[in-house]
């Protein structure tokens, strides 16, 4: 294959130990306490020559290492790029990054619109939602870097906040004309994007059955949105469309699908199993190439959590058939249900046909399942609500403002479990030293104390407001729709 990583992110990996072995693996996998060398300054032993690279450094393409993703998030992240391209590679870098917070800030503000569908009556609810994605620490992490994880999620958000729309409202030609042009910048994103379709197909076949005579308008609907990103897809890549081409599915002989009925359910069996262990726990937090994990006792009060969530979902699904409330419930939460389960299935679909082509699993990573993190935190924040009315009544909002509280506390000890793995932070002043360490000089010593001090300043702030609006809702307005 022809090379195409350059001979300045070569010389990079190297000082950063992050250059990959015959195994995909580098000096961090598998090895939490390894950390390269700092200085007793705020520049690394080797930051003025990563700095110092000739600019044909940057095109002088050394091997077969990048990840190969569609286009978009690149295009987008090389406006930026291009802006500071007299910068160092720390400067480039981190103005790409910042292209990446901004599509992070305006999922949250989606999924603040979102709350306001679900929780239409209930403004703690409205603030809960978002408040919970937006300090979960993974999706922090894996939504301010170098990666097309942060505009996935983003364009996934806008998706599932449509489908909601048209699920409630009902259909309109702009949601579908927006629909469409979503799926096609998503795909151009991430190739998962395109499961989507199943997503959307939701609303569309429940306004179906609700009402016959505009079957054909929601069927046309469909199939150009279909059509249309079809066609965009195999102009713009040909026979090599990103979703085909990894799921391989027109490679599999008639060898493999004998294979396959020998085997039974046992790749799938394990994906499962391999979901609770693994995939469950990392979708909370796995760090430094998923070699870092979080304190057990982190996870056993997330389990436990979970769990009260998944109860309140079935006592609220109860309540709502016992007491025959309106349709409108029912369909809502059913729809962030069928969502999470589908995207699901087909990611573990997807898996077992990688094993049987290859023999082995690829693997399901927790950030893989973020574009749909809003309708998770919603099921989970309906399901707890439930249970704490039922058992703290009108005491219930301070079980949901401790629970926003551990949240940010869950972020915060996170981020710096992180960070206490790449630097000594056995004294304030030799963690600054640290962390100063190649990084573009806006955040090096004093400025980066400020950014410190001023986020949990913020977050300080941002806590006694939610309390103070908290304290002063009326409950009796506090009701689920």
């Given at each position: 294959?022809?090379?195409?990583?350059?001979?300045?992110?070569?010389?990079?990996e190297?000082?950063?130990?992050?250059?990959?072995?015959?195994?995909g693996n580098?000096k961090?996998?598998?090895?939490?306490e390894?950390?390269?060398?700092y200085s007793?300054?705020?520049?690394?032993?080797?930051?003025?020559k990563?700095?110092?690279?000739s600019?044909?450094?940057?095109?002088?393409?050394v091997?077969?290492?990048?990840?190969?993703?569609?286009?978009?998030?690149?295009?987008?992240?090389?406006?930026?790029?291009?802006l500071?391209?007299?910068g160092s590679?720390?400067?480039?870098?981190?103005?790409?990054?910042?292209i990446?917070?901004?599509?992070?800030?305006?999922?949250i503000?989606l999924?603040?619109q979102?709350a306001?569908?679900?929780f239409?009556?209930?403004?703690?609810?409205?603030?809960?939602?978002?408040?919970?994605v937006a300090?979960?620490?993974?999706?922090?992490?894996?939504?301010?870097?170098?990666?097309?994880?942060?505009?996935?999620?983003l364009?996934f958000?806008?998706?599932?906040l449509?489908?909601?729309?048209v699920?409630?409202?009902?259909?309109k030609?702009r949601?579908?004309?927006?629909?469409?042009?979503?799926v096609?910048?998503?795909?151009?994103?991430r190739?998962?994007?395109?499961?989507s379709?199943?997503?959307i197909?939701?609303?569309?076949?429940?306004?179906i059955?609700?009402n016959?005579?505009h079957i054909?308008?929601?069927?046309?609907?469909?199939?150009?949105?279909?059509?249309?990103?079809?066609?965009?897809?195999?102009?713009?890549?040909?026979?090599?469309?990103?979703?085909?081409?990894?799921?391989r599915?027109?490679?599999?002989?008639?060898?493999?699908?004998?294979?396959?009925?020998q085997?039974?359910?046992?790749?799938?069996?394990?994906?499962?199993?391999?979901?609770?262990?693994?995939?469950?726990?990392?979708?909370?937090?796995?760090?430094?190439?998923l070699?870092?994990?979080?304190?057990?006792?982190?996870?056993?009060i997330i389990?436990?959590?979970?769990?009260?969530?998944?109860?309140?979902?079935?006592?609220?699904?109860?309540?709502?058939?016992?007491?025959?409330?309106?349709?409108?419930?029912?369909?809502?939460?059913l729809?962030?249900?069928?969502?999470?389960?589908?995207?699901?299935?087909?990611?573990?679909?997807?898996?077992?046909?990688?094993?049987?082509?290859?023999?082995?699993?690829?693997?399901?990573q927790?950030?893989?399942?973020?574009?749909?993190?809003?309708?998770?935190?919603?099921?989970?924040v309906?399901?707890?609500?439930?249970v704490?009315?039922?058992v703290?009544?009108?005491?219930?909002?301070y079980?949901?403002s401790?629970?926003l509280?551990l949240?940010?506390?869950?972020?915060?000890?996170?981020?710096?479990?992180?960070?206490?793995?790449?630097?000594?932070?056995?004294?304030?002043?030799?963690?600054?030293?640290?962390?100063?360490?190649?990084?573009?000089?806006?955040?090096?010593g004093?400025?980066?104390?400020?950014?410190?001090?001023?986020t949990?300043?913020?977050?300080?702030?941002?806590?006694?407001?939610?309390?103070?609006t908290?304290?002063?809702?009326?409950?009796?307005?506090?009701?689920?729709r």
């Open positions: 294959m022809d090379p195409n990583t350059s001979l300045e992110i070569d010389f990079t190297n000082v950063f130990g992050t250059q990959r072995d015959e195994s580098n961090h996998t598998y090895h939490p390894f950390r390269i060398a007793d300054n705020y520049y690394g032993p080797q930051e003025s990563i700095a110092n690279l600019k044909s450094a940057r095109i002088q393409l091997k077969n290492e990048a990840t190969v993703n569609p286009p978009l998030y690149y295009f987008l992240g090389s406006l930026t790029y291009q500071f391209t007299n590679l720390f400067t480039r870098v981190y103005a790409v990054r910042f990446s917070l901004i599509f992070f800030l305006a999922t503000f999924s603040y979102f306001k569908i679900v239409e009556k209930s403004q703690i609810l409205q603030i809960a939602l978002p408040t919970l300090f979960k620490p993974m999706l922090i992490f894996s939504s301010t870097g170098v990666l097309p994880d942060s505009l996935t999620n364009l958000t806008a998706v599932l449509l489908s909601l729309k699920l409630k409202i009902g259909f030609l949601y579908g004309v927006i629909l469409g042009l979503l096609v910048l998503g795909t151009l994103t190739q998962q994007f395109l499961i379709f199943f997503i197909a939701f609303p569309i076949f429940y306004l059955f609700k016959y005579s054909k308008l929601y069927f046309s609907f469909l199939i150009s949105i279909v059509t249309f990103s079809s066609l965009f897809l195999i102009n713009r890549f040909g026979t090599s469309i990103p979703i085909i081409s990894n799921f599915l027109h490679e599999l002989t008639l060898s493999d699908l004998r294979f396959s009925s085997i039974g359910f046992d790749p799938i069996i394990w994906s499962f199993k391999h979901t609770l262990a693994q995939t469950l726990p990392w979708y909370w937090g796995v760090y430094k190439w070699s870092l994990t979080l304190p057990p006792v982190t996870y056993q389990n436990r959590l979970l769990a009260i969530g998944l109860i309140g979902v079935l006592l609220k699904l109860i309540d709502i058939f016992r007491n025959q409330k309106k349709s409108q419930d029912i369909r809502l939460i729809f962030l249900i069928y969502s999470s389960i589908v995207y699901f299935l087909i990611l573990i679909i997807w898996d077992y046909f990688f094993y049987l082509k290859y023999g082995y699993h690829f693997g399901i927790g950030r893989y399942f973020f574009p749909l993190v809003v309708f998770h935190i919603a099921i989970l309906i399901g707890i609500w439930q704490f009315e039922l703290f009544k009108k005491y219930a909002r079980g949901l401790i629970v509280f949240m940010v506390l869950f972020n915060d000890i996170s981020l710096f479990y992180v960070a206490a793995s790449y630097y000594d932070t056995s004294s304030f002043n030799r963690f600054i030293i640290q962390a100063s360490q190649y990084k573009p000089e806006i955040f090096k004093t400025i980066l104390v400020f950014i410190l001090s001023s949990i300043l913020l977050q300080a702030i941002l806590f006694f407001k939610l309390t103070k908290f304290l002063k809702t009326d409950l009796a307005e506090e009701k689920i």
